[in-house]
């Protein structure tokens, strides 16, 4: 029998894929609210404007495949990280995936999209499980709420307050990076971090939702390199092993002038 999490998780993929390898946008009707909220910054708002969106992009992109490699649940929200490749032979989007339910069905959602690069600097690709244990399914449930508290001081240490010693305390020896920007190691993460506080003193992080379960731990955070910018959404996911972050995988948007909804993408 499925538990509540597992029925949530199971609604969230469905959804994705029925629109977006299916092309059957008749599970808007019965899984989605009619006042449901869109931050995505190309579609509306409501569920019509989800089924016109999907409609159109399944018609443009008939060959999309989406792969979801981790889904997280915690409380009434839910995160999938997935590839997605819409034309066949491409390297594809590393997309993360939040949906918010409300009386059993799916109400708001929220997104991060990036191009996967043909290259990284650490050599990972932006999915792979590469701390051990090396498996995609959550471990260690019963040290959730330890883990959301652990990752949320440190994204407040090092991010938010610009401290690099965070590092030091909360990163484990052993290290794995998806950022595609960022070298391997504790040392790659210090070292590419220290150039970014460098060259954006005035760099603003501000967190607005975190979601964890098990021992993966999840930031939707707002970016904003130099004040008066209109900066960037990051998801970060963050891997936690024996109370240290052991592996970071995330995705960046450039938060656009104008969307088709009203309610930006945080």
Do not use: C
């Amino acid at each position: 029998m499925l538990t509540v999490r597992d029925s949530k998780a199971k609604l969230a993929q469905q959804l994705l894929q029925d629109l977006f390898e299916r092309g059957d946008t008749a599970i808007v009707d019965r899984i989605v609210r009619p006042d449901y909220i869109q931050h995505n910054t190309l579609a509306p708002d409501g569920a019509d404007g989800l089924k016109h969106f999907t409609a159109a992009m399944r018609e443009q992109f008939p060959q999309a495949d989406l792969a979801p490699r981790r889904i997280i649940t915690d409380g009434d929200l839910v995160l999938l990280h997935s590839r997605v490749v819409f034309v066949p032979g491409t390297p594809g989007l590393a997309v993360f995936d939040i949906f918010r339910f409300q009386d059993g069905k799916i109400a708001e959602h929220w997104d991060v999209i990036q191009e996967v690069p043909a290259t990284t600097a650490s050599g990972n690709d932006m999915f792979a499980t590469l701390s051990e244990p090396r498996t995609e399914a959550l471990g260690q449930r019963w040290f959730t709420a330890y883990n959301k508290k652990l990752v949320t001081a440190f994204v407040d240490r090092l991010l938010v307050r610009k401290d690099l010693t965070a590092i030091d305390t909360y990163v484990g020896a052993e290290y794995h990076e998806h950022n595609p920007n960022t070298p391997d190691g504790a040392a790659g993460l210090k070292a590419e971090l220290g150039f970014y506080f460098d060259k954006f003193p005035q760099l603003s992080v501000t967190p607005k939702r975190v979601i964890a379960e098990g021992d993966l731990v999840a930031v939707h955070s707002h970016y904003i390199d130099t004040p008066g910018e209109r900066g960037r959404a990051v998801l970060d996911l963050f891997r936690v092993s024996d109370t240290k972050i052991v592996e970071h995988w995330n995705s960046e948007q450039d938060v656009p002038e104008t969307a088709p909804n009203n309610n930006t993408m945080f």
